[in-house]
């Protein structure tokens, strides 16, 4: 059973830090990209970093680049993104998401597994 969870996830003023977690299971766990993508109301979902499951590197949105960091545990199947320096810009929902392409881009139709979401709130 394919299965992403989330956590990390809140509520900070401008210039803190979260971390957010995704734990992959089951079919997700074969997949060679992750991704966390973001969603604002009414934004399009974007991609904000993916990262190649086998230690093909990171790519980030030009947006977060030098303020966000991903990092993954591939022993535990899971994925974290760092984000420092968080802007009110910066809120929306975060998912994490699992699929196969080469390169991991981060076009949303390349994900077929996605967890639940994760709110991200930044405060002026």
């Known amino acids: 059973q394919a299965q992403l969870e989330e956590s990390g996830g809140g509520s900070v003023q401008a210039g803190g830090s979260l971390r957010l977690s995704c734990a992959a299971s089951?079919?997700?766990?074969?997949?060679?990209?992750m991704g966390w993508f973001r969603q604002a109301p009414g934004k399009e979902r974007e991609g904000v970093a993916t990262t190649h499951t086998g230690g093909g590197g990171t790519a980030y949105v030009d947006s977060v680049k030098g303020r966000f960091t991903s990092s993954q545990d591939n022993a535990k199947n899971t994925m974290y993104l760092r984000m420092n320096s968080l802007k009110p810009e910066d809120t929306a929902m975060y998912y994490c998401?699992?699929?196969?392409?080469?390169?991991?881009?981060?076009?949303?139709?390349?994900?077929?597994?996605w967890g639940q979401g994760t709110q991200v709130t930044v405060s002026p």
């Open positions: 998401a699992a699929g196969w392409a080469t390169p991991c881009v981060p076009e949303v139709d390349r994900y077929n597994y």
């Open positions: 089951g079919y997700t766990a074969r997949s060679n990209c």
